[in-house]
């Protein structure tokens, strides 16, 4: 165990078989002979995850209701008044559901934003990839997420979770009179910045390792696939640390970890041709931090961003380093002053579902949003 470790860390699940096949994926890097073992590492993950049963749906822990129903997405209403400026989770569009926006009382992040002044609450439920959405691209996201801001009423309050992140801040220069304030939570946006393992794996695996995954699932990612070479850096926050169980919980601790291992087991098909640009664009040419990002037609200009922010970022994080995130203040044409910024201690997923962060830094988060613009 770790000495320096929080009181609630401990272990909480083994890594899975797939967790040795990393060091195998990664001699990629080493050259071309190695990049077609990394292929067939890939191949084989993704045969035994085809063997496996269709993931589970998780079910969200606060009452909603379906706004809106699109093909990429189901908007979920959280709210609890008519009027106010609507608050928009952009959750993470990767291999988890949006739920980790709303895991369970006391680790909820949809319910530390209404208990503090966020009345009318929002969030982005990304479908998982059907086939016939396997040619969807990163544009076909952003079309409906415009569609969503468009039905709520601009301007809106954007709060950008992970991967939701970068999808936020590139919203908010495509178009800057529909985004009020902006939150960016664990966001990999300069991805040059520091070292995780997925940045890692992007620069040295070549594209066809990636695109091998949505070959073998005609044209989709499958998260149950994906995830076998993912696992590593998920397992880097071990449960009990990312949830910071509180010594009022322990009596139902099981029952919160057996819906954390639910959650962690519902995982999300990606379209092929989304995922490749993610990879691509994001990680292997960093063109966000490098003003080369196209959406919807236009060229993103990060200086076009003038809107107040808020960054957080964990101290421990293994899949969005701080700096990757925080390079925002250089890249944004907002005031200094109108920046504000918090580095957590512990890891990526406690920055969503953490008690600590959630009593704590999202209160703050949540008040600065609702104070007038």
């Not at 990163?138 to 569609?147: E, F, K, P, R």
């Not at 070549?206 to 149950?224: C, K, N, Q, T, Y």
């Not at 397992?235 to 139902?252: F, K, R, W, Y």
């Not at 957590?344 to 209160?363: C, M, N, R, S």
């Amino acid at each position: 165990m770790n000495e320096n470790a929080p009181r609630w860390y401990e272990p909480a699940f083994p890594p899975p078989p797939s967790y040795f096949a990393w060091p195998f994926i990664a001699l990629a890097a080493a050259g071309e002979a190695l990049a077609v073992q990394a292929n067939e590492v890939a191949r084989a993950l993704s045969a035994a995850g085809a063997q496996a049963d269709p993931s589970p749906r998780f079910a969200w822990s606060a009452t909603n209701r379906v706004r809106l129903e699109m093909s990429t997405m189901e908007l979920r209403d959280f709210s609890h008044a008519a009027e106010g400026v609507p608050t928009l989770i952009c959750a993470p569009l990767a291999l988890h559901g949006a739920t980790i926006a709303d895991l369970a009382p006391g680790h909820s992040l949809v319910d530390a934003l209404a208990r503090n002044g966020c009345s009318r609450l929002f969030v982005t439920d990304w479908r998982p990839a059907s086939a016939d959405m396997r040619l969807l691209t990163i544009d076909s996201y952003l079309a409906d997420l415009n569609v969503a801001v468009d039905e709520l009423g601009a301007p809106v309050d954007l709060v950008g979770l992970c991967q939701g992140g970068w999808m936020a801040l590139v919203y908010a220069a495509r178009f800057p009179a529909k985004v009020r304030k902006l939150v960016l939570a664990g966001a990999p946006i300069d991805t040059d910045v520091g070292t995780s393992r997925i940045s890692a794996a992007a620069h040295s695996l070549p594209l066809s390792v990636f695109d091998e995954l949505a070959r073998l699932g005609d044209g989709r990612v499958l998260g149950r696939r994906a995830i076998e070479l993912w696992e590593p850096v998920l397992q880097a926050n071990d449960a009990l640390a990312a949830l910071q169980i509180q010594p009022c919980e322990e009596s139902g601790k099981e029952r919160l970890l057996e819906r954390f291992r639910t959650w962690s087991d519902s995982t999300v098909d990606l379209p092929g041709a989304f995922f490749h640009q993610v990879v691509l664009w994001l990680f292997k040419e960093n063109r966000l931090a490098h003003g080369r990002f196209t959406a919807l037609g236009r060229q993103i200009d990060l200086a076009d961003v003038r809107h107040p922010l808020f960054l957080l970022a964990a101290e421990g994080d293994a899949v969005v380093p701080p700096g990757q995130l925080l390079a925002v203040r250089r890249l944004v044409g907002t005031s200094p002053a109108d920046i504000e910024s918090m580095v957590e201690p512990g890891g990526h997923l406690g920055l969503f579902i953490g008690a600590d962060t959630l009593q704590g830094a999202w209160v703050r988060i949540a008040r600065w949003l609702a104070e007038p613009s």
